[in-house]
């Protein structure tokens, strides 16, 4: 167990729609970081929060957004749904100033 | 693009074989690299990090090795057991402290029993 949750483990939805993932981060950790994994592909970068703040960007689309509350939690919002948007998002957070990220369970999207 | 990739996307060893598993990354700046292992329907876990300043490190059972001159990475399993059987990601950072990892496409290892 990585200490980073993320909830829900699971969501179907329709083309079109619009879903939140949720991450909590380990204990103390400020930065927040969203990856997309595809079908037997790599993990891609999506956003990176830190402490509040946006940090980096990576390949996200316009659709979708992120943000990081005071608690540390962070939301992935994915919005106009669209059947290529199925994939596993993780969650990652790593301690100030250290590299290591630790990886979430994952919420695995399926848009159908 | 990517700028990490992984030479073999397979490798099936037999059980209690050492498994070698390669990496190449093409930024020369990149000064820390790390291994992570993920099992069917989970996320990736830690394995072993190195910084560009080393060439070698052990953890329990693996070993990273560095080559800076060809910009290499391996992760080697030692006694490989059917519960190495996973994917394995190698990634990169490369700006110090807290900024994104780039990943390679991952080495699925398959341990014959």
């Known amino acids: 167990d990585s200490g980073v949750t993320q909830t829900p483990k699971h969501l179907i939805t329709a083309t079109g729609q619009r879903v939140t993932l949720r991450c909590s981060p380990r204990s103390g950790d400020l930065s927040v970081y969203w990856y997309q994994q595809s079908l037997d592909q790599g993990l891609q970068f999506l956003i990176q929060y830190y402490n509040g703040e946006e940090r980096a960007k990576g390949n996200i689309l316009e659709r979708f957004s992120a943000q990081q509350f005071p608690d540390l939690h962070s939301e992935l919002n994915l919005s106009s749904l669209e059947l290529g948007d199925s994939a596993l998002y993780f969650c990652a957070s790593s301690e100030q100033g250290r590299e290591t990220q630790y990886f979430g369970p994952g919420t695995r999207l399926l848009v159908l | 693009g990517e700028s990490v990739g992984l030479h073999l996307p397979t490798l099936s060893v037999q059980e209690g074989d050492n498994s070698i598993i390669n990496c190449a990354y093409s930024?020369?700046?990149?000064?820390?690299f790390i291994w992570y292992k993920q099992e069917s329907g989970k996320g990736p876990q830690f394995i072993i990090d190195?910084?560009?300043?080393?060439d070698k490190r052990q953890g329990q059972r693996v070993t990273v090795l560095l080559n800076k001159t060809v910009k290499h990475l391996s992760l080697q399993i030692a006694a490989t057991q059917p519960g190495d059987s996973a994917v394995y990601f190698c990634a990169e950072n490369i700006n110090s402290g807290n900024t994104p990892l780039v990943f390679g496409k991952g080495t699925r290892l398959s341990v014959i029993a």
């Open positions: 190195i910084r560009s300043n080393m």
């Open positions: 930024n020369s700046a990149s000064d820390y």
